[in-house]
């Protein structure tokens, strides 16, 4: 098989969502782009073809998918709405932020490994809502990467990572956030957030104070049972290179990494600080700035591989706010490597 890769403009959008809608009706996927990050879409309806999504990326068969709708009317075919959650989408939808319902008996096991709970999103790309408009299915769709690598942001990567493994991908350029959506369950007696996303713990207590973390956020889960969320089970978004995480002033940084220097050892740090850093060193955005930081993450953290990169030492960012998707994302990229100056 020779994956296409098809750029959309305003020009061609139609008739790009028409090919793609066409590919995932008859059972196949697509490299799709969202505002987080690209997708490996498949119809939510065909069975078959979400066990080809496990199948293509690596994925653990005890990882849940996030299904994609456009409308509210695909929504209420899938999940049980509530009161938070008609609140939730009215302030953040279309957009990064994923709500983990009742499901209803029309999602199989093989979309939510068995859960009684659906995750579920309407995305603000238009190319995305274009195609999933266009097919008038929801669509399961986790991000395009292979399992547990580093998520991707650009058609391109999605292009390394599955060449001749599926029929296309539509290129809709670099994605505008960068990490993957906030996921939060709206089925207990509390909004828990079980991952982090650029749509922060603080932007949801706006709307309901009662909203808190789960304790997956911090730490790997154990059960042997279905993870609630992606994201919150297995180590994720590393490259083949060790990743420690360092919580440091950027002088007891330079300190750490220049005792630890070698051949295949590289650094992450933030703009303007690689001169002052005696190995080589990527700026993966601006400090104190989550917004950047997640756009640039992926794309740095797939750079290492690139570069040869054995170790790679990461200053770490702010664990509040924003930066608290990008702090999430490479902690579990070292596999809770973290040290603390």
């Not at 290179?241 to 070698?262: D, N």
Request: glycine share 6%; net charge negative; aromatic share 6%.
């Amino acid at each position: 098989m020779e994956t296409e890769i098809l750029k959309v403009t305003d020009k061609n959008i139609g008739a790009a969502a028409k090919k793609a809608a066409g590919i995932l009706l008859s059972g196949g996927l697509v490299g799709l782009p969202t505002e987080t990050v690209y997708g490996l879409a498949a119809n939510a309806y065909n069975v078959e073809a979400v066990r080809r999504i496990y199948r293509v990326k690596g994925r653990p068969q005890d990882n849940p998918l996030i299904v994609h709708v456009s409308d509210f009317v695909m929504l209420n075919d899938i999940a049980q709405l509530n009161a938070r959650a008609v609140e939730l989408a009215r302030v953040f939808w279309p957009g990064p932020l994923t709500m983990v319902l009742t499901k209803k008996p029309v999602i199989d096991p093989a979309v939510n490994c068995g859960l009684p709970t659906v995750a579920v999103r309407m995305p603000s790309h238009p190319v995305a809502l274009a195609v999933i408009a266009e097919a008038d299915v929801p669509l399961a769709a986790p991000s395009a990467n292979l399992s547990g690598r580093p998520s991707t942001t650009t058609a391109q990567h999605v292009l390394d990572d599955h060449n001749g493994r599926i029929p296309l991908v539509l290129d809709g350029g670099s994605c505008e956030v960068g990490v993957e959506s906030t996921v939060i369950s709206l089925v207990g007696r509390h909004p828990v957030i079980l991952r982090p996303g650029i749509i922060s713990l603080e932007n949801i207590r706006d709307v309901f104070p009662d909203a808190e973390y789960s304790d997956a956020v911090f730490s790997e889960v154990q059960s042997i049972l279905p993870a609630e969320s992606p994201g919150t089970k297995y180590k994720h978004y590393a490259p083949r290179a060790e990743v420690v995480v360092v919580k440091s002033t950027l002088e007891q940084f330079t300190e750490y990494v220049s005792v630890r220097a070698g051949d295949g050892v590289c650094a992450m740090c933030f703009d303007g600080e690689q001169e002052d850093i005696q190995i080589p060193s990527v700026s993966y955005g601006r400090i104190n700035d989550g917004f950047s930081q997640a756009r640039r993450l992926f794309t740095v953290l797939r750079m290492m591989d690139k570069l040869g990169s054995v170790r790679v030492f990461v200053r770490a960012p702010d664990d509040t706010n924003e930066s608290m998707a990008v702090f999430n994302r490479l902690i579990r990229a070292s596999d809770f490597q973290l040290v603390e100056l």
